[in-house]
């Protein structure tokens, strides 16, 4: 019976959700529930951590918290040149909940369930909250002058502004899409068995973890631009090799033969 429902089950109906109104604005609840749902989820591993956490042998939670948390700290060291306190900790938290909201899509849960980033009210405000928290930070480090100074270029300031929509529809377009390509492969794959369809399940996590890893990555690596310049690192290397020396230039293949055969 589980593997029927795996097989035939539709997660993601496409542009429709359920919805109510509060305060004359509409909310999508659905998206909504599968957030809380992936929040406590996040929370329940923060404190089962926290619960079993030991200076001695790790446990399991332990050790997984661990990876996690070190592989992000390695990725903020080679962005920012060292660890920040706030950094760090919103790269964790933002690859988690993605990942988790990511599996929901291989959960058969009659559409109650949907994966949140199947949603672009979602996405849109976790590309948000990157953004501003990149722009406060950049601020904070750099000061107001230097970090406002590449603004003067028009196509830095349209890249500023592509950033967070070219964040927000990438996480959405791959997993709305893996969502309903799952839908139709099992909804193809039913008369087959069940094969086909858990096989592409198993692969649709993979994707979700992919997604998590590049949104997560791209976070940190934002957080990198705004303190080294957005990119003026080029001006810079471009002024000392104008500077530098002159090197001799080498002698031309032709001589260097004449000088071999003589």
């Given at each position: 019976?589980?593997?029927?429902?795996?097989?035939?089950?539709?997660?993601?109906?496409?542009?429709?959700?359920?919805?109510?109104?509060?305060?004359?604005?509409?909310?999508?609840?659905?998206?909504?529930?599968?957030?809380?749902?992936?929040?406590v989820i996040?929370?329940?591993?923060?404190?089962?951590?926290?619960?079993?956490?030991?200076?001695?042998?790790?446990?399991?939670?332990?050790?997984?918290?661990?990876?996690?948390?070190?592989?992000?700290?390695?990725?903020?060291?080679?962005?920012?040149?060292?660890?920040?306190?706030?950094?760090?900790?919103?790269?964790?938290?933002?690859?988690?909940?993605?990942?988790?909201?990511?599996?929901?899509?291989?959960?058969?849960?009659?559409?109650?369930?949907?994966?949140?980033?199947?949603?672009?009210?979602?996405?849109?405000?976790?590309?948000?909250?990157?953004?501003?928290?990149?722009?406060?930070?950049?601020?904070?480090?750099?000061?107001?002058?230097?970090?406002?100074?590449?603004?003067?270029?028009?196509?830095?300031?349209?890249?500023?502004?592509v950033k967070?929509?070219?964040?927000?529809?990438?996480?959405?377009?791959?997993?709305?899409?893996?969502?309903?390509?799952?839908?139709?492969?099992?909804?193809?794959?039913?008369?087959?068995?069940?094969?086909?369809?858990?096989?592409?399940?198993?692969?649709?996590?993979?994707?979700?973890?992919?997604?998590?890893?590049?949104?997560?990555?791209?976070?940190?690596?934002?957080?990198?631009?705004?303190?080294?310049?957005?990119?003026?690192?080029?001006?810079?290397?471009?002024?000392?090799?104008?500077?530098?020396?002159?090197?001799?230039?080498?002698?031309?293949?032709?001589?260097?033969?004449?000088?071999?055969?003589?």
């Amino acid at each position: 019976m589980m593997f029927a429902a795996l097989a035939t089950t539709t997660e993601i109906d496409a542009g429709t959700h359920p919805t109510f109104k509060f305060l004359g604005l509409t909310f999508n609840s659905d998206t909504m529930l599968s957030t809380v749902v992936a929040l406590v989820i996040v929370l329940i591993f923060g404190f089962l951590l926290r619960s079993q956490v030991t200076d001695g042998v790790p446990g399991k939670i332990q050790l997984l918290w661990e990876m996690l948390v070190e592989w992000v700290q390695g990725l903020t060291l080679s962005s920012i040149g060292r660890l920040n306190p706030f950094v760090v900790p919103l790269g964790v938290t933002l690859f988690l909940f993605i990942l988790i909201g990511n599996w929901f899509e291989v959960i058969p849960t009659g559409h109650h369930l949907p994966p949140p980033a199947a949603d672009t009210n979602m996405t849109y405000a976790l590309a948000l909250v990157v953004i501003v928290s990149v722009h406060i930070f950049g601020f904070r480090e750099s000061g107001a002058r230097q970090y406002l100074k590449p603004f003067r270029s028009p196509l830095h300031l349209i890249e500023e502004i592509v950033k967070p929509f070219s964040l927000a529809l990438r996480l959405f377009g791959n997993i709305f899409a893996g969502g309903i390509i799952l839908s139709l492969i099992g909804l193809m794959a039913a008369p087959l068995g069940v094969v086909p369809t858990v096989l592409w399940k198993l692969f649709g996590m993979a994707i979700g973890g992919i997604q998590a890893f590049i949104f997560a990555l791209l976070t940190i690596l934002y957080f990198g631009f705004a303190v080294t310049g957005h990119g003026d690192d080029h001006e810079e290397e471009h002024k000392e090799a104008e500077k530098a020396p002159e090197k001799q230039p080498e002698k031309a293949p032709e001589k260097q033969l004449e000088k071999q055969l003589a």
